[in-house]
Protein backbone atom coordinates (compact mmCIF):
# COMPACT_ATOMS: atom_id res chain seq x y z
CA UNK A 1 0.00 0.00 0.00
CA UNK A 2 2.88 2.24 -0.53
CA UNK A 3 2.17 4.78 -3.16
CA UNK A 4 4.85 7.45 -4.70
CA UNK A 5 4.69 11.08 -3.65
CA UNK A 6 4.09 12.27 -6.73
CA UNK A 7 0.47 10.70 -6.20
CA UNK A 8 -0.28 12.85 -3.42
CA UNK A 9 -0.66 15.81 -6.16
CA UNK A 10 -4.33 14.31 -7.39
CA UNK A 11 -6.67 11.84 -6.24
CA UNK A 12 -8.92 8.99 -8.39
CA UNK A 13 -12.40 7.18 -7.53
CA UNK A 14 -12.09 4.41 -5.32
CA UNK A 15 -13.87 1.61 -4.88
CA UNK A 16 -14.08 0.19 -0.98
CA UNK A 17 -16.00 -2.01 1.12
CA UNK A 18 -16.58 -1.95 5.09
CA UNK A 19 -17.69 -5.26 7.27
CA UNK A 20 -20.59 -3.17 8.18
CA UNK A 21 -21.30 -2.66 4.13
CA UNK A 22 -20.99 -7.14 3.83
CA UNK A 23 -22.46 -7.69 6.62
CA UNK A 24 -25.98 -5.94 5.22
CA UNK A 25 -25.23 -7.38 1.75
CA UNK A 26 -25.17 -10.86 3.26
CA UNK A 27 -28.25 -10.19 5.37
CA UNK A 28 -30.12 -9.06 2.35
CA UNK A 29 -29.00 -12.33 0.39
CA UNK A 30 -30.70 -14.14 2.82
CA UNK A 31 -33.45 -12.15 2.64
CA UNK A 32 -34.38 -12.18 -0.76
CA UNK A 33 -33.98 -8.17 -1.56
CA UNK A 34 -33.16 -7.11 -4.89
CA UNK A 35 -31.17 -4.32 -4.03
CA UNK A 36 -29.65 -2.00 -1.14
CA UNK A 37 -27.74 0.98 -0.86
CA UNK A 38 -23.95 1.90 0.74
CA UNK A 39 -22.41 4.61 1.38
CA UNK A 40 -19.28 5.46 -0.85
CA UNK A 41 -18.46 9.11 0.20
CA UNK A 42 -18.87 12.17 2.03
CA UNK A 43 -22.47 14.09 2.03
CA UNK A 44 -24.45 11.16 2.51
CA UNK A 45 -23.31 10.01 -1.44
CA UNK A 46 -25.04 6.37 -1.72
CA UNK A 47 -25.04 3.84 -4.65
CA UNK A 48 -26.84 0.91 -5.01
CA UNK A 49 -26.06 -2.96 -4.61
CA UNK A 50 -27.62 -5.23 -6.89
CA UNK A 51 -28.16 -8.43 -5.17
CA UNK A 52 -27.35 -11.66 -7.02
CA UNK A 53 -27.38 -15.24 -6.26
CA UNK A 54 -23.36 -15.79 -6.27
CA UNK A 55 -22.89 -12.23 -4.32
CA UNK A 56 -23.56 -8.66 -5.56
CA UNK A 57 -22.96 -6.03 -8.46
CA UNK A 58 -21.52 -2.54 -7.33
CA UNK A 59 -23.17 -0.36 -9.25
CA UNK A 60 -21.46 2.52 -9.35
CA UNK A 61 -17.85 1.10 -10.29
CA UNK A 62 -19.53 -2.32 -12.23
CA UNK A 63 -17.79 -4.02 -9.85
CA UNK A 64 -19.00 -8.11 -9.07
CA UNK A 65 -18.06 -9.05 -5.38
CA UNK A 66 -18.59 -13.10 -4.20
CA UNK A 67 -20.00 -14.66 -1.42
CA UNK A 68 -16.85 -16.08 -0.48
CA UNK A 69 -15.08 -12.36 -0.50
CA UNK A 70 -18.06 -10.76 1.55
CA UNK A 71 -18.72 -13.63 3.84
CA UNK A 72 -14.22 -12.70 4.15
CA UNK A 73 -14.31 -9.36 4.58
CA UNK A 74 -17.85 -9.13 7.09
CA UNK A 75 -15.70 -10.18 10.13
CA UNK A 76 -14.54 -7.81 11.97
CA UNK A 77 -16.86 -5.22 10.82
CA UNK A 78 -14.79 -2.00 11.28
CA UNK A 79 -12.67 -3.71 8.13
CA UNK A 80 -11.87 -1.72 5.48
CA UNK A 81 -11.11 -3.02 2.15
CA UNK A 82 -10.04 -0.81 -1.19
CA UNK A 83 -10.49 -2.65 -4.67
CA UNK A 84 -7.69 -2.79 -7.10
CA UNK A 85 -6.86 -4.80 -10.16
CA UNK A 86 -6.03 -8.08 -7.95
CA UNK A 87 -8.99 -8.07 -5.76
CA UNK A 88 -10.10 -6.12 -1.97
CA UNK A 89 -6.89 -5.37 0.28
CA UNK A 90 -7.67 -4.70 3.83
CA UNK A 91 -6.19 -0.69 4.41
CA UNK A 92 -3.77 -1.15 6.93
CA UNK A 93 -0.12 -0.53 6.95
CA UNK A 94 2.95 -0.57 9.16
CA UNK A 95 4.16 2.85 10.30
CA UNK A 96 7.76 3.37 9.83
CA UNK A 97 6.77 6.57 12.25
CA UNK A 98 5.51 4.85 15.21
CA UNK A 99 6.33 1.89 14.28
CA UNK A 100 2.58 0.62 14.75
CA UNK A 101 0.38 -0.79 12.73
CA UNK A 102 -2.02 1.78 11.07
CA UNK A 103 -5.16 1.77 8.94
CA UNK A 104 -8.62 2.86 8.32
CA UNK A 105 -11.01 2.03 10.91
CA UNK A 106 -14.79 1.51 9.46
CA UNK A 107 -17.70 2.81 11.39
CA UNK A 108 -21.21 1.92 11.78
CA UNK A 109 -22.32 5.74 10.60
CA UNK A 110 -20.02 5.55 7.73
CA UNK A 111 -16.95 7.64 8.33
CA UNK A 112 -14.05 5.59 8.60
CA UNK A 113 -11.94 6.11 11.92
CA UNK A 114 -7.90 6.34 12.20
CA UNK A 115 -6.36 3.33 13.82
CA UNK A 116 -3.07 3.02 15.28
CA UNK A 117 -1.31 0.19 16.83
CA UNK A 118 -5.00 -1.65 17.22
CA UNK A 119 -6.83 1.23 18.99
CA UNK A 120 -9.42 3.89 16.58
CA UNK A 121 -7.59 7.73 17.33
CA UNK A 122 -11.31 9.61 16.56
CA UNK A 123 -14.72 9.46 18.38
CA UNK A 124 -16.95 6.95 17.40
CA UNK A 125 -18.92 5.83 19.96
CA UNK A 126 -22.42 7.96 19.50
CA UNK A 127 -21.35 10.27 17.33
CA UNK A 128 -20.00 9.88 13.72
CA UNK A 129 -15.73 10.85 13.58
CA UNK A 130 -16.77 13.65 11.24
CA UNK A 131 -19.59 15.17 13.46
CA UNK A 132 -16.57 14.46 16.21
CA UNK A 133 -14.26 16.64 14.30
CA UNK A 134 -16.68 19.49 13.33
CA UNK A 135 -17.59 19.77 17.08
CA UNK A 136 -13.71 20.95 17.40
CA UNK A 137 -13.85 23.45 14.71
CA UNK A 138 -17.07 24.61 16.12
CA UNK A 139 -15.72 24.97 19.39
CA UNK A 140 -13.50 27.91 18.53
CA UNK A 141 -15.69 31.31 18.19
CA UNK A 142 -14.11 32.22 15.27
CA UNK A 143 -12.47 30.06 12.68
CA UNK A 144 -10.65 32.60 10.12
CA UNK A 145 -7.29 33.78 8.27
CA UNK A 146 -4.47 31.52 8.44
CA UNK A 147 -5.22 28.11 10.03
CA UNK A 148 -2.65 25.52 11.25
CA UNK A 149 -3.77 21.65 11.92
CA UNK A 150 -1.00 20.34 13.74
CA UNK A 151 -1.67 16.39 13.14
CA UNK A 152 -3.32 15.64 10.18
CA UNK A 153 -4.16 12.10 10.61
CA UNK A 154 -7.42 11.69 7.82
CA UNK A 155 -8.06 15.34 7.45
CA UNK A 156 -11.44 16.18 8.83
CA UNK A 157 -10.32 19.08 10.73
CA UNK A 158 -8.32 20.65 7.84
CA UNK A 159 -11.53 20.13 5.72
CA UNK A 160 -13.76 21.27 8.06
CA UNK A 161 -11.36 24.70 8.64
CA UNK A 162 -11.02 25.10 5.55
CA UNK A 163 -15.11 25.70 4.64
CA UNK A 164 -14.17 29.21 7.02
CA UNK A 165 -10.69 30.15 6.83
CA UNK A 166 -8.21 31.62 3.97
CA UNK A 167 -5.88 29.34 4.15
CA UNK A 168 -5.15 26.06 5.95
CA UNK A 169 -1.99 24.17 6.62
CA UNK A 170 -1.53 20.57 7.95
CA UNK A 171 1.24 17.95 8.87
CA UNK A 172 1.14 15.02 8.61
CA UNK A 173 4.61 12.81 9.25
CA UNK A 174 3.69 9.64 8.52
CA UNK A 175 3.93 8.23 4.74
CA UNK A 176 1.34 5.14 5.83
CA UNK A 177 -1.13 7.45 7.01
CA UNK A 178 -0.74 9.80 3.84
CA UNK A 179 -1.03 6.50 1.89
CA UNK A 180 -4.62 6.35 3.49
CA UNK A 181 -5.82 9.46 2.51
CA UNK A 182 -5.61 7.94 -1.08
CA UNK A 183 -7.74 4.85 -0.25
CA UNK A 184 -10.91 6.98 0.75
CA UNK A 185 -13.05 9.94 -0.82
CA UNK A 186 -13.58 12.07 2.77
CA UNK A 187 -9.77 11.96 2.98
CA UNK A 188 -9.07 12.50 -0.40
CA UNK A 189 -10.58 15.63 -0.34
CA UNK A 190 -7.66 17.01 0.99
CA UNK A 191 -5.46 17.23 -1.92
CA UNK A 192 -8.47 19.00 -4.10
CA UNK A 193 -9.34 21.73 -2.02
CA UNK A 194 -7.61 24.46 -3.22
CA UNK A 195 -6.99 26.31 0.37
CA UNK A 196 -5.46 23.23 2.30
CA UNK A 197 -1.68 22.53 1.88
CA UNK A 198 -0.78 19.34 3.76
CA UNK A 199 2.77 19.09 4.31
CA UNK A 200 4.68 15.87 5.24
CA UNK A 201 6.98 16.81 7.81
CA UNK A 202 6.85 16.65 11.84
CA UNK A 203 4.74 18.95 12.79
CA UNK A 204 7.81 19.82 15.61
CA UNK A 205 10.14 20.73 12.98
CA UNK A 206 7.64 21.96 10.90
CA UNK A 207 6.59 24.70 13.59
CA UNK A 208 10.60 25.18 14.92
CA UNK A 209 10.56 26.87 11.13
CA UNK A 210 7.65 29.20 11.14
CA UNK A 211 7.93 32.64 11.68
CA UNK A 212 6.10 34.39 15.04
CA UNK A 213 2.73 35.53 14.16
CA UNK A 214 2.06 33.01 11.44
CA UNK A 215 -1.40 31.45 12.31
CA UNK A 216 -4.26 33.07 13.46
CA UNK A 217 -5.76 29.61 14.52
CA UNK A 218 -4.10 26.54 15.70
CA UNK A 219 -5.69 23.35 15.83
CA UNK A 220 -3.61 20.36 18.18
CA UNK A 221 -5.12 16.84 18.24
CA UNK A 222 -1.89 14.88 18.90
CA UNK A 223 -1.95 10.90 19.21
CA UNK A 224 -1.80 9.50 22.44
CA UNK A 225 0.46 10.81 24.85
CA UNK A 226 2.47 7.28 25.15
CA UNK A 227 3.10 8.02 20.90
CA UNK A 228 4.08 11.51 21.06
CA UNK A 229 4.64 12.66 24.20
CA UNK A 230 6.70 16.03 23.33
CA UNK A 231 3.34 17.14 21.76
CA UNK A 232 1.93 17.47 25.05
CA UNK A 233 5.09 19.60 26.48
CA UNK A 234 5.30 23.31 27.93
CA UNK A 235 8.14 23.69 25.27
CA UNK A 236 5.96 22.39 22.53
CA UNK A 237 3.11 24.75 23.94
CA UNK A 238 5.65 27.29 23.92
CA UNK A 239 6.19 27.41 20.24
CA UNK A 240 2.26 26.94 19.20
CA UNK A 241 2.02 30.12 21.46
CA UNK A 242 5.06 31.90 19.74
CA UNK A 243 2.84 30.98 16.36
CA UNK A 244 -0.25 32.55 17.12
CA UNK A 245 -0.91 36.27 16.44
CA UNK A 246 -1.77 38.52 18.83
CA UNK A 247 -5.84 37.46 19.49
CA UNK A 248 -5.13 34.05 18.00
CA UNK A 249 -6.48 31.15 19.25
CA UNK A 250 -5.33 27.20 20.33
CA UNK A 251 -7.88 24.11 20.37
CA UNK A 252 -6.40 21.29 21.65
CA UNK A 253 -8.03 17.83 21.47
CA UNK A 254 -7.68 15.92 25.02
CA UNK A 255 -10.23 13.25 25.67
CA UNK A 256 -13.48 12.61 27.66
CA UNK A 257 -13.70 14.84 30.31
CA UNK A 258 -15.66 12.15 32.17
CA UNK A 259 -12.36 9.67 32.06
CA UNK A 260 -10.10 9.43 34.86
CA UNK A 261 -7.09 9.51 32.14
CA UNK A 262 -9.55 12.34 30.43
CA UNK A 263 -10.05 14.81 33.49
CA UNK A 264 -6.30 14.07 34.82
CA UNK A 265 -4.98 14.93 31.12
CA UNK A 266 -7.46 18.32 31.05
CA UNK A 267 -5.59 19.66 34.58
CA UNK A 268 -2.26 19.09 33.00
CA UNK A 269 -2.38 20.17 29.97
CA UNK A 270 -4.35 23.74 31.17
CA UNK A 271 -1.49 24.23 33.81
CA UNK A 272 1.21 24.07 31.10
CA UNK A 273 -0.58 25.93 28.58
CA UNK A 274 -1.13 28.64 31.00
CA UNK A 275 2.49 28.29 31.96
CA UNK A 276 3.44 28.08 28.15
CA UNK A 277 2.14 32.02 28.30
CA UNK A 278 -1.70 31.63 27.22
CA UNK A 279 -4.09 34.21 29.32
CA UNK A 280 -6.70 32.04 29.10
CA UNK A 281 -7.27 28.48 29.13
CA UNK A 282 -11.32 27.12 28.94
CA UNK A 283 -12.29 23.42 29.11
CA UNK A 284 -15.08 22.84 26.39
CA UNK A 285 -16.45 19.48 27.71
CA UNK A 286 -18.75 19.02 23.73
CA UNK A 287 -15.36 18.81 21.96
CA UNK A 288 -12.88 16.81 24.59
CA UNK A 289 -10.94 19.56 24.34
CA UNK A 290 -9.13 22.79 25.55
CA UNK A 291 -9.62 26.35 23.63
CA UNK A 292 -6.17 28.60 24.76
CA UNK A 293 -6.33 32.51 24.10
CA UNK A 294 -3.22 34.28 23.10
CA UNK A 295 -4.64 37.31 24.08
CA UNK A 296 -6.88 36.18 26.82
CA UNK A 297 -10.11 37.79 25.06
CA UNK A 298 -12.65 35.60 23.87
CA UNK A 299 -14.28 37.24 20.83
Known sequence: MQYPLFIYLYTW?????????????????????????????????TSTVEILETGCRLTDDDVLVSIEDLERM???????????????????????????QVGLYATETGTPALMVGGFPMHRHKGIDPWESSLAMVNAVPRVYGRVLDTTCGLGYVALAAAKRAVRVTTTEVDPAVCDLHHASPWSARLYTTPNITVINESCLSYVSGQAAGSYDVIFHD?????????????????????????????????GSPE?????????????????????????????????????????
Not at 74 to 100: E, I, M, N
Not at 272 to 287: H, I, M, N, P, T
Request: aromatic share 12%.
Open 13 to 45: VMTFLTGYDCQRILAAILMGTKTVERLIGPEDA
Open 259 to 299: SRNGSTMMRGTKRRLSEAGFEKVVQVDSAFGLLAFKGGQVY
Open 74 to 100: ARPAHGYFLYVDDGWHKQVAFSPSTKL
Open 222 to 254: PPTVQIAGDLYSQAFYAELHRLLSRRGVLFHYI
